[in-house]
């Protein structure tokens, strides 16, 4: 059965930082390009941050650019997400997703993931 399992969500203050992990099981995820995606109360999924298997070709969406870090270990089946500055605006569940092929070009579609984790809370208080 495959699984995805965030952790490290929580309550911090505008400008400081956490670290979010997620761990794959079930299958082998070495090629899968991982993703995070975050939704906010009464707005819709939205890509924040993938990386492709190789672990050289990060994406980030424009409002976390310079401020998050995506980073991945293959041997352990983890990816995680550094977010530091952190802001009100990025309150939000978080979610990993695992696309389930070789190769998806459309890596900040929703659509394009087959995995996903059931999600951890981040809220920042101002």
């Known amino acids: 059965q495959v699984q995805l399992v965030e952790s490290g969500g929580g309550l911090v203050q505008a400008g400081g930082s956490l670290r979010l992990s997620c761990v794959a099981s079930g299958r082998t995820f070495s090629r899968d390009t991982m993703g995070w995606f975050r939704q906010a109360?009464?707005?819709?999924?939205?890509?924040?941050?993938?990386?492709?298997?190789?672990?050289?070709?990060?994406?980030?969406?424009?409002?976390?650019?310079?401020?998050?870090?995506?980073?991945?270990?293959?041997?352990?089946?983890t990816v995680s997400l550094e977010m530091n500055s952190l802001k009100p605006d990025d309150t939000a569940v978080y979610y990993c997703a695992a696309d389930g092929s070789d190769y998806s070009p459309d890596y900040y579609s929703a659509e394009t993931y087959r995995y996903w984790g059931q999600g951890t809370q981040v809220t920042v208080s101002s």
Do not use: P
């Not at 109360?41 to 298997?53: D, H, L, N, P, S």
């Open 41 to 77: 109360r009464g707005k819709e999924r939205e890509f924040v941050a993938a990386i492709r298997w190789s672990g050289v070709n990060l994406y980030y969406a424009d409002f976390v650019k310079g401020r998050f870090i995506i980073s991945r270990n293959i041997v352990k089946n």
